[in-house]
């Protein structure tokens, strides 16, 4: 008879302590750092200027800003899914802004090569095929 007794405070204590600390989880602050992290560097690699970039840049700020705005009304679960987007759009605009950029390098690469092979091409007066001094 002890012996259950005692099992059952166990057991309740334990159940308590459960309950307690899922009610603390849902109480803690909103974490938007990574979302933050993530919306400076789509700025600094330069998002805003690549309109399909921008609009995600764009996206993410405002979806960080619904998140703070949900997490003053009470609505923890729906701040934490809008705050996985706003970082979701903030680092799909990094990689569009750098997927733009290697584009841009590749078509220059590429306008470079053409260059050179313009300039390397003989002059309309030479004759390619006469061999001037030299024997075969």
């Known amino acids: 008879?002890?012996?259950?007794?005692?099992?059952?405070?166990?057991?309740?204590?334990?159940?308590?302590?459960?309950?307690?600390?899922?009610?603390?989880?849902?109480?803690?602050?909103l974490h938007t750092e990574g979302s933050s992290s993530s919306i400076r560097a789509a700025e600094e690699v330069g998002a805003a200027k690549v309109p399909?970039?921008?609009?995600?840049?764009?996206?993410?700020?405002?979806?960080?800003?619904?998140a703070?705005?949900?997490?003053?009304?009470?609505e923890k679960e729906e701040a934490s899914s809008m705050l996985?987007?706003?970082e979701a759009d903030a680092e799909l605009a990094v990689a569009l802004s750098r997927d733009e950029r290697e584009r841009a390098e590749g078509r220059a690469a590429v306008e470079k090569v053409r260059q050179l092979r313009m300039?390397?091409?003989p002059s309309s007066?030479?004759?390619?095929?006469s061999n001037e001094g030299g024997t075969l």
Do not use: W
Request: hydrophobic residues 35%; glycine residues 8%; aromatic residues 4%.
């Open 119 to 121: 300039n390397n091409r």
């Open 1 to 29: 008879m002890l012996l259950d007794n005692n099992r059952r405070f166990v057991v309740r204590s334990f159940s308590l302590s459960l309950i307690v600390g899922s009610l603390g989880c849902a109480s803690a602050p």
């Open 52 to 66: 399909r970039a921008g609009l995600h840049l764009q996206l993410a700020k405002e979806e960080l800003q619904k």
């Open 68 to 74: 703070k705005r949900l997490e003053e009304e009470g």
């Open 84 to 86: 996985m987007r706003s």
């Open 125 to 129: 007066g030479a004759n390619p095929s």
